[in-house]
């Protein structure tokens, strides 16, 4: 088990402060954050490449502070496609091997099965530097899974990839990672559908902190702040102000119909989190489009209504064009409620 | 592209040619002539305009009155020049790999300041340094010795290499260095095993300067040698006596100047490969 106590650390770009996290082998923890939110920040303190200013990472009750990282028994597959320019592809995925004392055949051997598991066989004898950018990625990711590690570090693995060659290899995920099912996999990503896709457990940074952690759905299912809302959907949840009138919740002007699921709190103001696919067109909402996109097989539309603006999921592929008024319906069970200061206060009749 | 402008770009082109070759031509058709052929005018095609002689080429390899043996002023200037730019070029690339990689404080010295440091080396006037030199040699009995002008070009070459080397360590990304240690080398075991052997591009280009600059120092080979280590450029002007040997030194200056050409074909060809390119993202 890898154990992060009151984890703090300076001197780059964004600090990481206090973080606490006990994370378990065979798990894959994914960790979900904007640009900036700290995750590098976290992989590259958890492998020792920066220096900790605060707290205790231990590893199976060992402090690992004091152990170089060559002997942290860990591996690492950059959101760069890091591989040594001067070696074959084999060269490549043998060399953690070599330096762990085994011999050339030995090494050679296992790093060829790594390659074949990655979609490489054949290409052994190439330079990285003749290889697609894909493939240099793929490269990267056998030498990391060859070494059997404690713990794996994948730092936005797929971010320089282009869409199909990410959904492709997103997809060869779980297979690749069973390679390393004894150890602890952390997976860090800027996409919601990915760490909920490929993680056992999740992680929400944001700011140098840790906002949520546990499994993909219950952080989805209730956020517990309003940042974490915001973090896991892609499109994101809307979040406007609100307020409960006489049992009702009030949005600017608009009185929504009570829902059966949805208990309210005590009169007074909430914000409230919209989540994409709450919303629908037709209905009794007047509001206005702002922009159009289409995402895959589905239509982002971002709207403004009378109490603030929204982004909204419509499935199939739709044309709006700005300023066009239109219609829109609310579904209000999905909707969160959180306090003034961004807690999630939502309950459910159906929870309790 | 335009006629025109291909025209226009033959003809900068050919004009930049001639004055490159030129004095090469020149000095080579000057090598095989002899005092009257000098002396008598603008010719230049052996057998029509002039009669060659082997006089200047003959008289590097004679001694005493026939002329001056250039075989030991030629062997004394590559050993220096090869010695200072080996441990110039081996301490060079290890100090800026430490500048490249590694912080360090001392006080409100920074890197940067030891980098200038270098540096600075090169930006003071060789006759401030002269006399500290000649002194220092003295009192190390290393004056008129290959050794002596080994000690004082590595002073000269390394501010080159760590230069030149820093500059590129810096275009290698870090995360290389830090996957070798990952995949289980020490600090010196990533340097030695990934980063030096992607650096070729780099030492080839500080080798070629440390070699170019050494070669052709007239000025510390002057002051410090006297008869028993003369290099090259100090025994070309020995040559000048009352009477300028012009095909003696036209051949003289050939034979100088071809180790660096050697180099400068070799190291073209090398450095248009871009060892680094395509390797990372």
Known sequence: MLSLKNLSTADRKRPLSNLDADLKSGKIYTILGRTGAGKTELLRAVMGLDDISGGHLELDGQDLAKRPVRKRQMSMVYQQFINYPHLTVLKNV??????????????????????????????????????????????????????????????????????KL???????????????????????????????????????????????KGPPEEIFEAPSTVEVAKLISDPPVSIVDGKIVGGK?????????????????????????????????????????????????????????????AVMLVEGIHEFVPDQSIAVSMDTSSLLLFSEHGDNITERRSDG | ?????????????????????????????????????????????????FEPSLQGWTSLFASGSQGINIVTPFMNSASVTLLASIVSLSLGTLAAYGLSRFSYKAGFIKNADITFFFISQRIMPPIVL????????KEIQALDTILGLVIVYVALLLPIAVWVMTDFFASIPKELDEMAMIDGCTPIGAFFRVILPNSTAGLVVAGMFCLIFGWNDF???????????????????????????????????????????????????????????????
Request: with cysteine; proline share 5%.
């Open chain 1, 94 to 163: 043998a060399f953690p091997l070599r330096r762990q004392g085994l011999s050339a055949e030995d090494a050679s051997g296992r790093a060829l099965v790594a390659l074949e598991l990655v979609g490489l066989a054949g290409f052994e004898g190439r330079m990285p530097s003749e290889l697609s950018g894909g493939q240099q990625q793929r490269v990267a990711i056998a030498r990391a899974i060859v070494k059997k590690a404690r713990i794996l570090l994948m730092d936005e693995p797929l971010a320089n990839l282009d869409y």
């Open chain 1, 166 to 212: 990410r959904e492709k290899l997103r997809e060869e995920f779980p297979r690749l990672l069973a390679q390393n099912a004894d150890g602890i996999i952390l997976y860090s990503t800027t996409e919601p559908a990915e760490a909920m896709q490929l993680g056992d457990e999740m992680i929400v940074m944001h700011e140098g902190h840790i906002l949520a």
């Open chain 1, 249 to 309: 919740l009030v949005l600017g002007e608009t009185v929504l119909p009570e829902n059966a699921d949805l208990k309210l709190p005590m009169d007074g103001s909430v914000k409230v989190g919209i989540r994409p696919d709450a919303l629908s067109v037709g209905g009794d909402m007047p509001a206005t489009v702002v922009l159009a996109e289409f995402s895959g097989s589905d239509t982002i539309v971002h709207v403004t209504f009378e109490f603030g603006a």
């Open chain 2, 1 to 49: 592209m335009s006629r025109t402008y291909n025209i226009i770009k033959y003809i900068c082109l050919l004009t930049w040619a001639a004055f490159v070759v030129f004095p090469f031509l020149w000095a080579l058709s000057t090598s095989f002539k002899d005092a009257n052929a000098v002396t008598s005018g603008a010719r230049y095609i052996p057998w029509v305009e």
């Open chain 2, 130 to 137: 002269a006399i500290p030199f000649f002194l220092m040699l």
């Open chain 2, 219 to 281: 000025f510390f080979a002057f002051i410090l040698t006297f008869t028993e280590t003369q290099l090259l450029p100090v025994a070309i002007v020995s040559l000048n006596s009352s009477v300028t040997p012009w095909w003696s030194l036209s051949a003289f200056a050939l034979i100088s100047v071809t180790p660096l050409a050697l180099i400068a074909i070799f190291v073209e060809r090398f450095m248009s490969r871009g060892s680094l390119a395509g390797a990372f993202r």
